[in-house]
């Protein structure tokens, strides 16, 4: 099972099967007070297949309309801590976009890995260049660490753009062509 390969566990599991990416990610968690629990908005620009292959890249492309319409992925953000309360494929200035807007309890339950003592820390391999983020940044031989320390950050952000974005799939058309024909 692939997950989204180029930004490490926090694409937040989105489309749980095929090799999608997209040109940039957007990050934001706010905090509610008690500090553990809160909201995370995730955008996704650009969303395409990271395949080669015609047949594979239908195959993400129904991927991705099932993660859109299907209960399936519901319930598999439920598994990792978060109740999705709102998820929408739409096309901006020609390019797919998901926007995905989520609750949860316990940011540990989130992000399992990446939460320790206080601290939520992700990696950024040398594939992502960090647009713009509030967190803390060191750079590394490999990859960079972005990290922020909680519960003194009530909003986390992290932006995130593809340093090599050539995709041979076209998301935007087949989406517009799907949505001709449910109409």
């Not at 991705?64 to 096309?91: C, F, Q, T």
């Amino acid at each position: 099972m692939k997950r989204w390969a180029p930004l490490l566990p926090l694409y937040l599991a989105f489309f749980a099967l095929g090799c999608l990416i997209s040109e940039t990610t957007q990050f934001t968690i706010t905090m509610n007070d008690d500090g553990k629990a809160g909201t995370i908005v995730t955008i996704m620009r650009n969303v395409q297949s990271a395949e080669v292959d015609a047949e594979k890249q239908e195959k993400d492309f129904e991927e991705a309309i099932r993660s859109w319409k299907g209960d399936d992925y519901l319930l598999e953000r439920m598994h990792d801590g978060l109740y999705v309360r709102d998820r929408n494929l739409s096309i901006e200035d020609n390019a797919l976009v998901w926007k995905e807007k989520g609750i949860f309890s316990d940011l540990g339950d989130v992000f399992k890995h990446e939460f320790r003592h206080d601290t939520l820390r992700f990696i950024i391999r040398d594939d992502q260049n960090i647009v713009a983020t509030n967190g803390t940044v060191i750079s590394t031989k490999d990859s960079t660490i972005v990290f922020w320390a909680l519960p003194a950050m009530k909003e986390i952000s992290l932006t995130t753009r593809a340093n090599s974005f050539n995709v041979k799939s076209d998301f935007a058309a087949r989406f517009k062509q799907y949505l001709k024909e449910q109409q």
